[in-house]
Nanobody
């Protein structure tokens, strides 16, 4: 059974930091490109960051470049999103995503940036 379980979402003040984790199981994690998406209320889901399966090449949305870092630990079947200098516009549900020939989604974790 495939599972992607996100943790780490929370309420944080502007300028603060959070680290999201996504624990994967039920598929060969090493072979999959992993991504983080987010969806704010009333908006479409958007790609935040991705990391490739082999060389670990990363890609970021312009809105988070220089503030967010995606990484993966293939030994732990886990992908991370380190978020810093958080802004209110980063408020959203953050989803973990896995893709190779098929794709899988996690259930999401809420990140709220507010004073």
């Amino acid at each position: 059974q495939v599972q992607l379980v996100e943790t780490g979402g929370n309420l944080v003040q502007p300028g603060g930091s959070l680290r999201l984790s996504c624990a994967a199981s039920g598929f060969t994690f090493n072979n999959y490109d992993m991504s983080w998406y987010r969806q704010a209320p009333g908006k479409e889901r958007e790609l935040v960051a991705s990391i490739s399966s082999t060389v670990g090449r990363t890609n970021y949305a312009d809105s988070v470049k220089g503030r967010f870092t995606i990484s993966r630990d293939n030994a732990k079947n886990t992908v991370y999103l380190q978020m810093s200098s958080l802004k209110p516009q980063d408020t959203a549900v953050y989803y973990c995503h896995a893709r190779r020939f098929v794709e899988y989604w996690g259930q999401g974790t809420q990140v709220t940036v507010s004073s």
